[in-house]
């Protein structure tokens, strides 16, 4: 059975996987069933301070009685001290009623999340790659934020509308059943206000989490290629892009602001339409003897009460609908299967490819052919024009896609059959975690002593940076702690790279980063941390390929000369090519 699907575009990325409206019920349910017991004290708290609630409309019709037939004031004092308790006793309950709702909610909204989380951590890096990162950033950020506002705020006022609904026609047909039929002339046009609704929100507030996705992962494209976009003049180009996204965005929003418009205009007629029956029902039964003005008056009162709850109930749909969007959104990533975990330990670290082939696109291969070994220990640089397919080459190699033909094996088994920390990808998008420098060091090794912390920096020429810090070890570092530039922040990477100790790296351009100097440094750090492991090079500076044991050089997706640095300088081919291009932009 299909319980999600994905959102693929001609020209666009392949989204995440989004959840049917079965699934996301039964997500739900699956997610309160642990707190069975406290949903079932939030409601029936609720559910006793609506019924206080309702002795108003019957204490107001009883002063109506009492002044229509000439009672004493003693009267009417006292049933103005029984209005009084019953505010006092509303509100008690009430509060107490809400605070468990939201309790509910929280708590279910934290374990979606944390289960969002989880999963988002384990999908195919290949699938979040073809999604995008708007995709996914907008599920974390918007559809959480939308999800919990509605969690915090909808959820509760929508279960004490509608219980207030219920127990109020209830309460009318105590009165007299009749007044409950006059009521129920509303509802016809109030339940086809929500079907009209209903259908015209699913499918447009979906639209709008698409096209939110969408216009989101443009401004992360252009903003993080600005350099880019100005270099080779495409400002208009990417302007019009996201004033595209953005106009198509608009359009959406601007359809359920009128979707909202009609919503209400409907409501409005079903409210004068039972509103002008209850009063139509209560003279006549004056009329005829059968109900007391007192008791006609709280008839009206009560249907009058219902306005609010009812409109609150039918606009909430706008949330629930906006919600039930983004809700189903992290169903469809929380039930992603994540990635199977490997359990094969390699027969030795050596890497084999054998007729590799690979394409992103139909029709598109950017890879062909390839037959590569990398003996156990040996460092392995691959060099070529942008475009080549070296960085194709080290993510298959390090397993993040798996090839399209051909075969990829790392001591005799697939990179995706092996034990966690085989294999170690290490590229030029390094990240500071926000908190204290050891605590970022251990995620590579949560037991690591901090003498295993200062021996991991010091192989990398890290440590006397680190010492320095304010607190040492103990400096937050990241998002709002002490700044870390790009040569520290691979440095970092570097030691945990040290840490974990994996026995077979891959470096994409993993010193891209630095400047010249910190280029320098940094490779002497990445010369130290591949030591005695089986490395495969992805070079931006063709410094690293001449201290590699061996070179290999890619062309249009395939492997063109193969050798040590001095053997393919004096074959005199496209490497030493490069070289003498690369060595005469160096300043001597």
Known sequence: MTTSSATPTATGPTLLPVATPARTRAAVAELLRPQRRLGLSAVTVMVAATAVGLLTQPLLGR??????????ADVVTTVAALLLAVAVAQGLTTGWGLSLVSQLGETTLARLRERFVDRALRLPLDQVEKAGAGDLTARVTADVSLIAEAVRNALPELVRSVLTIVLTLGAMALLDWRFLLAALLAVPVQAA??????????PLYAAQRVAGSAQQQQLLDTVAG????????LEEEHTERVTERSRSLVELTMRGVRLVLGFYARLHIAEYLGLAAVLVTGYWLVRQGAASIGTATAAALYFHSLFTPVNA?????????SATASLARLVGVADTP??????????GTGVTVRGVGHAYRPGHPVLHDIDLTVRPGERVALVGASGAGKTTLARLVAGIHAPATGTVLIGGSAPAELAPRTVALLTQETHVFAGPLADDLRLARP?????ELRAALDRVDALAWAEALPDGLA?????????????????LALARLILADPPVVILDEATAEAGSAGARALEKAVARAVDGRTALIVAHRLSQAATADRVVVMDAGRVVETGTHDELRAADGPYAALWRAWSDTRTP
């Open 63 to 72: 002063i109506v009685d009492e002044v229509a037939d000439g009672g004493t």
């Open 193 to 202: 206000t929500a079907r009209w609704y209903t259908a015209r929100a699913v």
């Open 226 to 233: 600005g350099a880019t976009v100005r270099a080779f003049r």
């Open 313 to 321: 109930a039918l606009a909430l749909l706008d949330d629930a609908q």
């Open 338 to 347: 994540p990635s199977p975990a490997g359990r094969a330990a390699p027969d």
């Open 447 to 451: 037991d690591a002593t901090d003498d």
């Open 475 to 491: 400096t937050v570092v990241g998002d709002g702690g002490h700044r870390v530039d790009g040569q520290r922040t691979q440095a």
